[in-house]
T-cell receptor, first 111, second 114 residues
Framework: GQNIDQPTEMTATEGAIVQINCTYQ??????LFWYQQHAGEAPTFLSY????GLEEKGRFSSFLSRSKGYSYLLLKELQMKDSASYLC????????????FGKGTTLSVSS | DAGVIQSPRHEVTEMGQEVTLRCKPI?????LFWYRQTMMRGLELLIY????????DSGMPEDRFSAKMPNASFSTLKIQPSEPRDSAVYFC????????????FGPGTRLTVL
């Protein structure tokens, strides 16, 4: 079956670094997405990995290991505005098909 | 660019009533997705369209749910009759085709069925 696992909640302090892990077991794999969702708002795109390795985009980086079915999102220099839910999602096919989402990790950043 | 537009933003109805949610995708996007989000189940795909044609509706929970896309700029998700367990936030998203097809989400419709 399809399964995407993420921790439910994480806490961190301003200025710190936090790593949000995601493991997946899906019938196909053609890329992994990370989305950010603030409370009461829509998910917004953060990053995309299809090959093994690290993708860096400003304070955010995302890593993928296809052989291990594992990804992580790394957030550096945390700010209060980073408090949100972070959703890991797998794209199963090359065509523009839908994503399978994990239940999300709620990150709380305190001062 | 106006982004994905959904209406209404909030809907409160009574059990047994018909509910219609509406979505206008981003112009030029050829994929449209309907998702439902709840605390218990997270974000779940209900159905998606490619060039106005339904491709996969395996996520539609029951026959009470139906979706249409009569043209490239409009889609509806209908629940008839509605039940309290249908209470959730319903998101519409759109994307272009391709290996890297970032989905753009609308603001969502928060549905409450009493």
């Amino acid at each position: 079956g399809q399964n995407i696992d993420q921790p439910t909640e994480m806490t961190a302090t301003e200025g710190a670094i936090v790593q949000i892990n995601c493991t997946y077991q899906t019938s196909g794999f053609n890329g992994l997405f990370w989305y950010q969702q603030h409370a009461g708002e829509a998910p917004t795109f953060l990053s995309y990995n299809v090959l093994d390795g690290l993708e860096e985009k400003g304070r955010f980086s995302s890593f993928l290991s296809r052989s291990k079915g594992y990804s992580y999102l790394l957030l550096k220099e945390l700010q209060m505005k980073d408090s949100a839910s972070y959703l890991c999602a797998v794209k199963q096919n090359q065509a523009g098909t839908a994503l399978i989402f994990g239940k999300g990790t709620t990150l709380s950043v305190s001062s | 660019d106006a982004g994905v537009i959904q209406s209404p933003r909030h809907e409160v109805t009574e059990m047994g009533q018909e509910v219609t949610l509406r979505c206008k995708p981003i112009s030029g996007h050829d994929y449209l997705f309907w998702y439902r989000q709840t605390m218990m189940r997270g974000l779940e795909l209900l159905i998606y369209f490619n060039n106005n044609v339904p491709i996969d509706d395996s996520g539609m929970p029951e026959d009470r749910f139906s979706a249409k896309m009569p043209n490239a700029s409009f889609s509806t998700l209908k629940i008839q009759p509605s039940e309290p367990r249908d209470s959730a936030v319903y998101f519409c998203a759109s994307s272009v085709a391709g290996a890297y097809n970032e989905q753009f989400f609308g603001p969502g419709t928060r549905l409450t069925v009493l």
